[in-house]
């Protein structure tokens, strides 16, 4: 069985034999249909009024190259070429509907209907068309069942007809995933989302006969194709390891991942298996008092969970980097690394207020480029290694006993300079506004305290070369204060009126940069 969209180009070019396949699968009782009874009409007769039917048919199929108000035809066709099944797709008064929904007689009760409903809403949401209507019969069970599985709920009762609708995105992308996986899906379920303009992500729970998944379907300008085919190289590297995290899921259609066109906005699709461990949001959900396991956690295994990786991936070919590179923009949406970007938003956003500590954003702000330049002078030198790099509560996999056992969500992952990397993993950044203990010596000296701890466990299992050494104090001074939560939290406090705690961020800032210290 194959698909087919017959749209006004396609039909002008039909052949005859097209066109004949194409009445036959309407030709079923239409001289009932128009009054007419076979029993009181010679054969004479008869075959005069099915010729004059066929005729009228064929007008009104040739007529819709000019039809403004056609869109297309989905047309379902067995290996040799005969269709089995089609509807049409309309416009009336700026509304979208299926019509003419119809299964050969010989093909009855079988699904052929369904596939096309199935194939006419994927090619309308392609065309960016945002709800679907079709009007059934409200005598005709098999349609009403047909449009309900696949989530079609009825908007309007005209007695003998009912006007069904789709507009829920849930249910559309339903055979999108029963397409990609090849399989039907029992049930389908909205575990998160994110509908910002320029990052828009759904992520599901998918329940098969024989399997439970994680289907992702994610549109913004670093998920693509390509960089999930990598990222499938690394998520074997991490179970590899002793890292446990979810697989991909390979179709025999499309591989391991596939663009799809939804509301006119590109969407790449894949799916993975799902999670054997609750992550650490999970757990804090169900149990509060795990927070302080928790943070031991983070204090001892994630120093170790990055030793490890760094040194099981230094220096590993792979094509994309992740988002902490420094010097390097990490998706096309901005053309400079994150750490200047957000920097760069959040002094033009302060420069003309008044009220904010003038003398200390500027030495801020150029304190941060001065770094950089002593620092790019020998950046593309530093090691790299790949990582997942997107460590957080709602990523993290633990077991019972409070230990780190693998993650989830690899969209962010790529080659990172390993001591850049790690700074920003085991970086502290406070996000409640906590006033003047922000320039407290006891606040800035007890996470320095905390981070040299980590580092210590970290070099049990990663060696520093002298280069890496050499940058490391510069490093700490360019990432700590300038990442993009101490930045972003900045604007946020700015853009609610709360001017002191600015002001008291941006000398924590300077005093991070005035620190005299020595890691090594």
């Known amino acids: ?109 079988i699904g052929y209907a369904k596939q096309v409903l199935q194939a006419t809403i994927k090619k309308a949401f392609e065309e960016a068309y945002e709800s679907i209507h079709s009007v059934v019969r409200n005598w005709n069970i098999a349609s009403i069942k047909t449009h309900e599985s696949l989530g079609f709920k009825v908007s309007e009762n005209k007695g003998d007809n009912l006007v069904y609708s789709l507009n829920n995105i849930n249910q559309i992308i339903k055979p999108i995933f029963e397409e990609f996986l090849d399989t039907k899906i029992l049930s389908l379920r909205l575990l998160n989302e994110r509908t910002q303009l320029d990052d828009i992500r759904f992520n599901y729970e998918i329940i098969t006969e024989s399997a439970k998944y994680v289907g992702k379907l994610h549109s913004n300008s670093f998920t693509k194709v390509n960089r999930l085919f990598e990222t499938a190289k690394l998520i074997n590297i991490y179970n590899d390891t002793g890292y446990f995290t979810p697989k991909y899921i390979v179709s025999i259609r499309f591989g391991i991942a596939h663009n799809y066109n939804i509301f006119g906005r590109i969407y790449c ?149 390993v001591i850049t990397y790690l700074i920003n993993e085991l970086a502290y950044q406070e996000l409640e506004s906590i006033h003047k203990f922000w320039v407290d010596d006891i606040y800035i000296n007890r996470y320095l305290d905390i981070f040299k701890e980590q580092l210590r466990i970290f070099q049990k299992f990663y060696q520093f070369n002298d280069l890496e050494k050499e940058l490391f104090t510069d490093l700490y001074k360019a990432i700590i204060p300038f990442k993009f939560y101490p930045l972003t939290e900045i604007i946020g406090h700015f853009k609610l009126g709360n001017i002191e705690e600015v002001n008291f961020r941006l000398k924590w800032m300077e005093k991070i940069l005035e620190l005299d210290i020595q890691f090594f």
């Open 269 to 417: 699709l894949w799916v993975e298996e799902y999670k054997s461990h609750l992550t650490i949001s999970e757990v804090l959900i169900k149990d509060a008092n795990a927070l302080k396991k928790i943070e031991k956690l983070k204090m001892t295994q994630v120093p170790e969970y990055i030793g490890k990786i760094a040194s099981f991936t230094k220096n590993l070919n792979y094509d994309t980097y992740g988002p902490y590179r420094l010097f390097q923009a990490f998706d096309t949406s901005s053309s400079v690394d994150e750490y200047e970007e957000y920097l760069s938003k959040a002094y033009n956003l302060l420069m003309n207020d008044i009220q904010i500590d003038m003398t200390t954003l500027q030495k801020v702000y150029k304190g941060f480029f001065k770094l950089r330049k002593h620092i790019k002078k020998r950046y593309s030198d530093l090691p790299y290694a790949v990582f997942q790099s997107d460590l957080q509560d709602d990523n993290v996999l633990i077991d019972e006993d409070y230990n780190f056992v693998g993650l989830i969500d690899f969209n962010l992952a790529g080659r990172e300079k």
């Open 1 to 109: 069985m194959y698909i087919e969209y017959w749209d006004k180009l396609r039909i002008k070019a039909l052949s005859s034999q097209e066109k004949c396949d194409w009445f036959d699968v309407y030709n079923n009782g239409l001289l009932e249909d128009r009054g007419y009874s076979q029993k009181k009409l010679s054969i004479e007769e008869v075959l005069e009024i099915n010729k004059k039917i066929k005729n009228e048919y064929f007008e009104y199929l040739e007529s819709l190259v000019e039809d403004s108000n056609f869109q297309f035809y989905t047309v379902l066709k067995d290996d040799s070429k005969k269709i089995v099944s089609l509807s049409r797709l309309i416009k009336r008064d700026q509304v979208i509907y299926i019509a003419g929904l119809e299964t050969h007689r010989d093909f009855r009760r």
